[in-house]
């Protein structure tokens, strides 16, 4: 009689198989000395599809942590400001990326949920006013409910908005906005009322008072730095949650949905609920970004959730990088920095003023500026900044051979 060591023997002959290169029961992972000198040899789509797969990976992520960390300490008030404004936009640049990017939904109304987020967290943890409403509550209630409240607006309206794709999906998000601009001015104990505005939610996180100075040993940390630190950490949280939903079952999902709807549903992707996830989402990433763009600002206005806001943030998706976690913190980065760039050019350069003295001001020169790249990124480099670097990595990758 065959011995099961011999029936598994032959079965791995004509398999084709061996237990010594059984390398998905080991989970992707080979000794190190097949390994060096090719840290990109994976043995399975989980090692392929991780995070950080590859020693650069990990060595540059922690480089760029520890330096985001110690930016605010090095640099001045102002700085600290715009880059605490840079964390804010790719917060919210994340999310319509993962709505406009991944799931292929253009929309125009990404304001729109900024101002939900903004005025939740200015009713639930701002001070009551002589016409407006105010809780007082902690950051540790505030934040989360600036994400579920425009979240469920998202899940209302996306029923809407999976009936239409494209240019009529524009514009229909456009009229939300519209809408949106409107009900900010009549609702006086929200909002405050055009022109007048309100305050803000109070700095306050698990009881500690943001706005006092902290010293932690020779390190002080100022209130601006304290909500930067905030606003990073809620950037690493929302960025690693949203890069392992797009490398998941519901990112493949989305792309489906961008690239051939009708293709996609034939292959049994729920159209509805891919769409109506990906907007809800959206919001509420749009809704943190609200929140902390009402903490870091000190008063909000009707006013200020327009279409230039939702612009802005295309930009970022556009020039950072379409369907891009990493694309959308860079392209963040560009926009809030790029003007403070040119308005050091005033000193340069005679005929840009600060204010319209010259032939050009900063705004209009910044304008300028960010349609020239984005019909440049859009027409010759669809995946902005992060492609340039994609191909600028893979050549020196590849170098001294062409391929």
């Avoid at 870091?296 to 976690?325: C, H, K, M, T, Y």
């Amino acid at each position: 009689m065959t011995s099961p060591d011999t029936l598994d023997a032959a079965s791995h002959r004509l398999t084709g198989s061996s237990k010594l290169l059984d390398f998905e029961s080991s989970r992707g992972t080979v000794s190190r000395g097949v390994r060096r000198g090719r840290p990109a040899l994976y043995t399975s789509y989980a090692a392929d599809q991780a995070l950080l797969n590859s020693p650069a990976k990990r060595w540059w992520t922690l480089g760029l942590v520890v330096l985001a960390v110690a930016a605010p300490f090095l640099v001045a008030a102002d700085l600290t400001y715009l880059l605490t404004l840079a964390v804010v936009y790719a917060i919210g640049g994340i999310g319509l990326n993962l709505l406009t990017g991944y799931a292929g939904q253009v929309s125009l109304g990404h304001a729109f949920f900024l101002g939900l987020g903004a005025y939740t967290a200015a009713v639930l943890g701002g001070a009551p006013g002589t016409t407006t409403w105010g809780l007082q509550l902690d950051l540790a209630i505030v934040l989360p409910a600036a994400a579920i409240i425009p979240g469920l607006i998202g899940l209302v309206v996306a029923p809407l908005a999976t009936r239409v794709r494209g240019l009529y999906l524009a514009v229909l998000t456009l009229g939300l906005l519209i809408l949106g601009e409107h009900l900010f001015k009549i609702l006086i104990p929200i909002t405050g009322g055009q022109g007048v505005g309100r305050g803000v939610a109070e700095r306050t996180l698990f009881g500690v008072d943001l706005t006092a100075t902290y010293a932690i040993g020779p390190l002080i940390i100022p209130p601006a730095v304290s909500l930067y630190l905030l606003s990073f950490v809620i950037l690493v949280l929302t960025g690693v949650a949203a890069r392992n939903l797009a490398r998941g079952r519901n990112g493949r999902a989305f792309a489906a949905v961008r690239d051939r709807d009708i293709a996609a549903e034939i292959m049994g992707v729920n159209l509805l609920r891919t769409k109506t996830l990906a907007f809800t989402l959206s919001s509420a990433y749009a809704g943190v970004a609200g929140a902390l763009f009402s903490i870091l600002i000190g008063r909000i206005a009707p006013e200020q959730w327009n279409l230039f806001l939702s612009i802005d943030f295309l930009a970022v998706i556009v020039i950072g990088g379409i369907a891009s976690i990493s694309g959308t913190i860079i392209g963040a980065c560009f926009v809030v920095l790029t003007p403070r760039l040119l308005e050091e050019l005033t000193h340069v350069v005679p005929w840009i003023s600060v204010s319209g003295g010259g032939v050009l001001n900063v705004f209009q020169l910044q304008t300028i500026v960010f349609g020239i790249l984005i019909i440049l990124f859009i027409t010759l480099e669809p995946r902005g900044l992060y492609g340039l670097w994609i191909r600028v990595r893979n050549y020196f990758k590849a170098w001294p051979f062409s391929y």
